[in-house]
């Protein structure tokens, strides 16, 4: 079992900034990949950004490339998630998600394994 709690998220304006964290605890961290995903109200859960174990791999959404960035500290058994010129389109619950190394493409919530309790983000125009 692996437990994730996500911590780090509010309410910001348009244009700022908030950085997500996930701490993990239970079986070994650093074997398996990380997700960041939201869920707005009214809409299904979407794909935001991944990180391999290594950390030597990112994946993003498009709504966010270039604006979110991922990481991962092993030694922490912590992934975080930089989010920056936030926008209202932004908001939504953010979960962080766990998923054995090398078992998917990690773009997809059904092939994650594990999933914290979610951290609300709210960006106000």
């Known amino acids: 079992q692996v437990q994730l709690v996500e911590s780090g998220g509010g309410l910001v304006q348009a244009g700022g900034s908030l950085r997500l964290s996930c701490a993990a605890s239970?079986?070994?961290?650093?074997?398996?990949?990380m997700g960041w995903f939201r869920q707005a109200p009214g809409k299904e859960r979407e794909f935001v950004a991944a990180?391999?174990?290594?950390?030597?791999?990112?994946y993003y959404a498009d709504s966010v490339k270039g604006r979110f960035t991922i990481s991962r500290d092993n030694a922490k058994n912590t992934v975080y998630l930089q989010m920056n010129s936030l926008n209202p389109e932004d908001t939504a619950v953010y979960y962080c998600?766990?998923?054995?190394?090398?078992?998917?493409?990690?773009?997809?919530?059904?092939?994650?394994?594990?999933w914290g309790q979610g951290t609300q983000v709210t960006v106000s125009s």
């Open positions: 990180i391999s174990w290594s950390g030597g791999s990112t």
């Open positions: 239970g079986r070994t961290f650093s074997s398996y990949a």
């Open positions: 998600a766990a998923v054995q190394e090398g078992s998917g493409s990690y773009y997809l919530a059904e092939e994650y394994d594990y």
